[in-house]
């Protein structure tokens, strides 16, 4: 869920007259923007402040927050021939050193007293960006590269791949305690493309993380979103990630049958439930419980909050959820053992 946003009044005012992405360049805006939910909810963990766009940026593209039309890339690529004005290696930690030193200023902050995430997007769906020039209802653009370019498209998500792997352990080394990967644009590739053009490289993304931080004697829980990705629920249930996230077109006991104990779920309420009245929230929230059971679960919304949504409904949707992570009544457990058995976590 994305936890800090413009529903938010306090958000409104830290944001107001400042560029969206020169606030995320600015470690000390962003650990603000990170605390501002944790001081009004009390949520088992944080999500640090920031945008998966800062990797297409950090291979050298521009991109611009637009009023009104949301991200946009003035120069998309459009031809394979394009990928040669990419960098070729990108050097993460001075490209997105702003992160790194958010994600620490935000743990020494934090103090404890909740974990803290840190995440990034997929291959698949920063490529779609980075073709579109934005957000884009078809993404016919960015699916004619796959059908008419697949070398090229796999030379883009390979390159895109080697920089979220090194992304993603830079944020380990500042900090964060767990990591996601959204894939939000899964939903537009149908069960073939999806598992020659996204699965791949998820599975990559998790594997060489994973063995990195093996090196290093560190075990970071990993979760994976996938919207609209029904369909591949028992691949991402079999790809080295801890948790699978789930988006509200998921029947909550149809996912746990289809992955079968091997991951937690999280979700997967639909945001606009967030538009009724108390009432009904709180008959929303206690169904979509009772569908998932208590055991490996994290309760939290299908996708992000919008703009006009209530701060106090969101209240609502914390306070019917258990009111912190349950662990069987143990106090020593760690975190990435509580990701795999908790009883309940919501953020």
């Known amino acids: 869920m994305r936890q800090a946003g413009r529903y938010l009044p306090e958000f409104r005012k830290t944001r107001e007259g400042r560029d969206f992405f ?35 940026q950090a291979l050298g593209m521009n991109v611009q927050m637009v009023a009104g039309k ?22 993460v930690s001075k490209e997105l050193d702003y992160v790194f030193k958010a994600i620490t200023l935000t743990r020494h902050k934090i103090e404890g007293k909740v974990p803290l995430i ?37 030379m883009l998500l390979k390159m895109l791949t080697d920089v979220i792997v090194q992304y993603l352990l830079g944020q380990v080394a500042a900090g964060a305690q767990a990591l996601q990967v959204f894939e939000s644009h899964a939903g537009i590739l149908g069960p073939v493309e999806f598992k020659e053009f996204s699965l791949p490289y998820l599975r990559d993304i998790a594997r060489r993380v994973k063995d990195k931080l093996k090196e290093a004697g560190e075990d970071i829980p990993m979760i994976v979103f996938a919207k609209d990705a029904h369909y591949a629920l028992e691949d991402l249930s079999q790809s080295h990630y801890e948790v699978v996230g789930l988006d509200w077109t998921i029947d909550p006991q149809s996912a746990r049958e289809r992955t079968g104990g091997k991951v937690s779920l999280q ?8 538009y ?30 919008y703009p ?19 662990t069987d009544g143990r106090t020593d457990i760690k975190l990435e053992e509580a990701f795999r058995q908790n009883v309940h976590w919501f953020f």
């Open 118 to 154: 840190g995440f990034s997007g997929a291959p698949w769906t920063l490529m779609s960006y980075m073709i579109e020039g934005g957000g884009s209802n078809t993404h016919s653009k960015a699916k004619r590269w796959l059908y008419r370019h697949p070398e090229a498209s796999h």
């Open 70 to 91: 949301g991200p946009t890339f003035p120069e998309p690529l459009k031809e394979p021939e394009d990928l040669q004005q990419l960098q070729a290696k990108v050097d």
């Open 276 to 305: 009724a009245p108390k009432e009904r929230i709180s008959q929303i929230v206690k169904k979509m419980l009772e569908g998932f059971g208590k055991k490996g679960y994290i309760a939290n919304l299908g996708h992000g909050l």
């Open 22 to 56: 020169d606030t995320c360049r600015s470690p000390e805006a962003c650990c603000e923007l990170t605390l501002q939910p944790l001081r009004r909810f009390p949520f088992d963990a944080a999500i640090i402040f920031s945008d998966i766009l800062v990797i297409p």
């Open 267 to 274: 979700g997967n309420m639909d945001p606009c439930a967030l």
């Open 308 to 326: 006009d949504m209530d701060p106090e409904n969101v209240g609502v949707l914390r306070g019917c959820c258990a009111p912190t992570f349950q």
